[in-house]
């Protein structure tokens, strides 16, 4: 099944992003976030291209596999860790890095006979209230840790941070006292920092920082442009201009009549859609650029299709390229007009023929 609609990614743009957050904390490692098919963009493709990085972070077990089996020889840290008897199997075979945050994780590794084959991750609750160790429960859990004979080295610590996004928010600054006090006496390198605690709380950047968003060029924080940061899409999401025509006044266009001409105007039809991962949130006036122009949506956005008010777009052709995102127009722009982030139109749009280009 052939769709229309593709997804340029960008390597040079990406191996420009991992700089940055390289340049923000020069005196961290960097484990490079590339779960959920590295945001959209192709898991693989990213790992190879960012080969200099120090380990890769993955959300699952069978995603550090398949890297295993591609060749990927870093450290992988599976961010969720075991989940049951045969992750065990594969994590000991392929030597993953696993995060421990649950009681039964650490009995299933308590079953291991393996000897110094598994490094671990103990990832604190420091206030996400997601998944961790309590501050009062990782005394107990870390000296467990040291016990098994499957660990190599020491156990090392992480957490995570619920509201980095924002610079202002003393919550981050919270967070991190309580790790700090959580971790004291307990020897182990340390991991805190995500995209935007990397670029706007450097107190979080310890021995190792957790780039995701910001390798894709997308900005961590609320209101603040990637540009701003210098960082550069890597995904550029296109589709082609399938139809021109020509509206009277008062004509309602696609579903619901979602758009009303105004006056007698043109509509293009491009061919793309939720089918592909684009938002079916994207209301009226979201903009795409066809031929370095930007137009606004005009109707709601279909499964394959969407339409585009042309009036403002010199000499549209079928067949112009419509890009949706990327290179001329932020993602981030176009998720906060369809009331979501980034990260979930990147994610979304994982389905979309790839092309990888080395920019
Ligand atoms: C996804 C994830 C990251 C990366 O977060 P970004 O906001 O994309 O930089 C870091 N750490 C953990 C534990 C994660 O799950």
Not at 79 to 98: C, I, M, V
Not at 336 to 345: D, F, K, M, P, Q
């Amino acid at each position: 099944m052939t769709r229309a609609a593709y997804a340029v990614i960008d390597l040079k743009a990406l191996r420009h992003n991992y700089q940055k957050a390289c340049q923000a904390a020069p005196s961290s490692r960097v484990m490079a976030v590339i779960k959920a098919d590295a945001y959209g963009h192709g898991m693989l493709s990213v790992a190879q291209a960012l080969e200099q990085a120090d380990a890769f972070a993955v959300a699952f077990v069978n995603e550090a596999v398949t890297l295993r089996e591609a060749g990927i020889r870093c450290p992988i840290v599976v961010l969720q860790g075991l989940r049951n008897p045969q992750e065990l199997l594969s994590a000991e075979h392929h030597r993953l890095d696993l995060v421990l945050h649950h009681p039964d994780q650490l009995k299933l590794l308590q079953t291991s006979n393996s000897k110094n084959t598994l490094r671990v991750w103990l990832k604190v609750d420091t206030g996400m209230h997601r998944l961790g160790w309590s501050p009062s429960e990782l005394n107990n859990a870390y000296h467990a840790v040291i016990r098994l004979s499957a660990i190599v080295g020491r156990p090392a610590l992480m957490t995570h941070l619920a509201c980095a996004d924002d610079r202002g928010d003393v919550y981050t600054q919270r967070q991190l006292e309580r790790f700090n006090a959580a971790t004291a006496g307990l020897p182990g390198e340390c991991s805190v920092a995500n995209s935007a605690a990397i670029l706007g709380f450097p107190q979080t950047h310890a021995d190792w920082i957790r780039p995701g968003i910001m390798l894709y060029g997308s900005s961590p924080f609320i209101g603040e442009s990637a540009s701003s940061l210098d960082l550069r899409p890597v995904m550029t999401l296109k589709a082609p201009l399938i139809a021109i025509r020509q509206h009277a006044q008062g004509d309602a266009i696609g579903y619901g009549g979602g758009f009303v001409c105004p006056e007698d105007m043109p509509i293009g039809i491009a061919a793309i859609g939720y089918g592909d991962g684009y938002p079916r949130h994207a209301p009226n006036g979201t903009p795409v650029l066809i031929n370095g122009q930007r137009a606004p949506l005009a109707g709601r956005v279909s499964m394959d299709m969407i339409t585009i008010d042309l009036r403002g777009i010199k000499r549209p052709r079928l067949g112009d390229e419509v890009i949706l995102w990327g290179q001329g127009l932020s993602v981030d722009e176009v998720a906060h007009r369809a009331g979501t982030i980034s990260y979930e139109l990147l994610c979304a749009a994982r389905a979309v023929r790839h092309k990888v280009i080395e920019g």
